[in-house]
């Protein structure tokens, strides 16, 4: 799959599907996580076996749904940085040179950009390029 270049009003009207979708995201994550830490054994071996099957059913049940989430948002253009912290990136362009948009699920829309080989500390304010801001030619 090509990358997905979004402008900057492109990626801002996904953003009340993609809070809802990545309040999911994080769920399903957690929820992984916390299964990949149990270990469960009994004294009898038939149990254990029992119980490894239930286990591992839903635990890649989950998997499954998160990737399945996660491919729906890569089809959408959202690039996921960060599960725990809400972080997405879009792909986009400026100055002839891609770009990230950067936005995280506490901010009500995108606020800020950073180069693509400089992580989320490196933000600034899209106010800086909004008005130039556009898709790839």
């Not at 054994?41 to 149990?47: A, C, G, P, S, V």
């Not at 362009?93 to 506490?106: A, D, M």
């Amino acid at each position: 799959m090509d990358k997905i270049y979004l402008s900057l009003e492109e990626a801002q009207t996904l953003i009340p599907s993609l809070k809802k979708d990545l309040i999911k995201l994080i769920r399903l994550n957690k929820m992984l996580s916390l299964l990949n830490s149990v270990e469960i054994e009994y004294e009898d071996d038939y149990r254990t076996l029992t119980q490894e099957i239930l286990f591992n059913k839903k635990f890649h049940k989950l998997s499954y749904n998160f990737y399945t989430l996660l491919d729906k948002l890569h089809k959408k253009g959202c690039f996921v940085k960060d599960i725990n912290k809400g972080v997405i990136d879009f792909y986009s362009f400026f100055e002839g040179r891609e770009i990230f948009l950067c936005w995280k699920i506490s901010e009500e829309e995108i606020k800020y950009w950073h180069e693509v080989d400089l992580g989320y500390s490196a933000r600034r304010p899209v106010s800086m390029i909004k008005k130039t801001l556009k898709n790839k030619e």
